[in-house]
């Protein structure tokens, strides 16, 4: 077992940067960037330009997520050994849809110092942007590419009692848009386009009308910018609309069993086992009320 206790003077410092507007560059940012001996970055070039923006000249070195398995290792022992190095990745938190954890595990193993600084991440912003007013988001980094596999995605998530967070990008997002509304037709969502930039925009509304503006859009201008989709939780319509389809199901069921000659008793306990109705709606059902 590792523990922070066992430190040298060297840090890991797992650095985030601005996702569009470089004010939100934070003083322990800078600092992380200014100090280290060494910033591995994502892609040097455009760790390059942030560190230019801020006047800051450090040795750069690329550590992209190929490069992760064959490098972590040397860079953390050279954290071991004294070194202060700062990671970023292009743009918001490392780790987050972008390459960082690895680095920051290698280190957990090693029981190598790490600091992990706060600071802008895409889905956090949109999630409090969009207007959702539920307390918990579930977040699973870029949607799928090909409609089976973002149907699966959707419906693999559709019990769950959160905000379903998705990145997306501009040219996917008229098609992400059509299978999320055909998925949940009775909730709202929200698009969040370049958040903390000049055209930052947010379109609220029910899964039909967001896809109707961004399918127009799309046809009319084409759709630029960096995109978070944040779908509300479930609304009472929709579970109101699924407890009448398990009811139907489970009275189709019903008079097949009854047709078949089974036992009344024998249906109910049938019904509430395959469709996890309350005893006393599959009793009814299996009467054929
Ligand atoms: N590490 C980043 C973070 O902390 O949010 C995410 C990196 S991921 C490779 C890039 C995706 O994040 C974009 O394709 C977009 O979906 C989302 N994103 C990044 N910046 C954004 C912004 N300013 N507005 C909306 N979405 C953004």
């Not at 889905?123 to 590419?145: D, L």
């Not at 009308?209 to 046809?219: G, I, L, N, P, S």
């Not at 939780?233 to 109101?240: L, M, Q, T, V």
């Not at 389809?245 to 009854?258: F, I, L, W």
Request: charged residues 25%; aromatic residues 4%.
């Amino acid at each position: 077992m590792k523990n922070n206790a066992e430190h040298t003077a060297g840090k890991l410092i797992i650095c985030p940067t601005p996702i569009g507007n470089l004010g939100d560059v934070t003083d322990r940012m800078r600092a992380a960037l200014e100090n280290a001996q060494v910033v591995c970055a994502e892609d040097t070039r455009v760790t390059g330009k942030l560190l230019a923006a801020l006047g800051i000249k450090r040795p750069l070195e690329r550590l992209d997520e190929a490069m992760m398995s064959s490098r972590a290792e040397g860079v953390v022992a050279r954290v071991l050994a004294g070194e202060v190095i700062t990671y970023c990745s292009d743009a918001g938190m490392p780790g987050i849809s972008d390459p960082g954890l690895r680095l920051v595990r290698a280190a957990r193993d090693a029981g190598a110092n790490v600091e992990v600084l706060p600071g802008p991440v895409a889905a956090a912003t949109a999630y409090v942007a969009s207007g959702c007013t539920n307390q918990r988001f579930f977040f699973a980094g870029f949607f799928p590419r090909k409609d089976a596999e973002r149907r699966a995605a959707l419906e693999s998530v559709r019990a769950l009692d959160a905000a379903l967070i998705y990145y997306e990008s501009p040219n996917r997002l008229a098609d992400a848009l059509q299978v999320v509304a055909s998925v949940f037709p009775y909730r709202e969502m929200a698009v969040c386009r370049e958040l903390t930039k000049l055209h930052e925009e947010v379109v609220r509304g029910t899964t039909q009308e967001v896809r109707d503006v961004f399918t127009a859009r799309a046809a009319a201008e084409g759709i630029k910018g960096e995109i978070v989709l944040v779908i509300d939780g479930p609304s009472e319509a929709e579970n109101a609309a699924a407890a009448e389809e398990t009811a139907a199901d489970a009275a189709t069921r019903a008079a097949e069993m009854r047709a078949a000659g089974v036992s009344i008793k024998d249906i109910r306990k049938a019904l509430m086992s395959e469709f996890g109705i309350s005893r006393n709606e599959a009793y009814g059902l299996a009467l054929g009320e």
